[in-house]
C-alpha cells in the first residue's frame, strides 16, 4: 500500500487548508486512514482517523470542530478539511495506513499504522 499525501501550504491564520490522502496498491479500500503531524522540535501528533467500515470519524481535542475528516470510496483518497488555522497547527501533516480494527481500538497509537506516506507541509503565519 502507498500513500500519497498533498494540499500543505502557506495560509494565514484563521484561513482553511484541505489536505488529501491517496491510497494505491492492493485492497486500498480496506485500511482505516489516520492523520498525523509534527511540528518542529516536537513529538509526531495524532489528529485524526476515518474507518473503512462504517465511516466513524475520530479527533483530537485540539482539532475538534475545526478539522474534518471525509472519505472518497471510488477515488480511494481521504480529505482532511482544516478550518480556523492557527499558528499552532504548522507542522508537516502525514497520513498513515492501518487494519480497520486495529485503528478503531487504538486510533491515535502510531502503532496502529503499517504505512506512512510521506508528509506535507502546513504554515500558518501572517
Known amino acids: 500500500v502507498q500513500l500519497q499525501a498533498s494540499g500543505g501550504g502557506l495560509v494565514q491564520p484563521g484561513g482553511s487548508l484541505t489536505l488529501s490522502c491517496t491510497i494505491s496498491g492492493r485492497t486500498p479500500g480496506f485500511y482505516a486512514i489516520g492523520w498525523f503531524r509534527q511540528a518542529p522540535g516536537k513529538e509526531r501528533e495524532w489528529v485524526s482517523s476515518i474507518s473503512s467500515s462504517d465511516g466513524s470519524t475520530y479527533y483530537s481535542d485540539s482539532v475538534e470542530g475545526r478539522f474534518t475528516i471525509s472519505r472518497d470510496t471510488v477515488k480511494y483518497t481521504v480529505n482532511l478539511q482544516m478550518n480556523n488555522l492557527q499558528p499552532e497547527d504548522t507542522a508537516v501533516y502525514y497520513c498513515?495506513?492501518?487494519?480497520?480494527?486495529?485503528?478503531?481500538?487504538?486510533?491515535?497509537?502510531?502503532?496502529?499504522?503499517?504505512?506512512w506516506g510521506q508528509g506535507t507541509l502546513v504554515t500558518v503565519s501572517s
Open positions: 498513515a495506513a492501518g487494519d480497520p480494527m486495529g485503528v478503531v481500538m487504538y486510533a491515535s497509537a502510531s502503532q496502529a499504522y503499517d504505512y
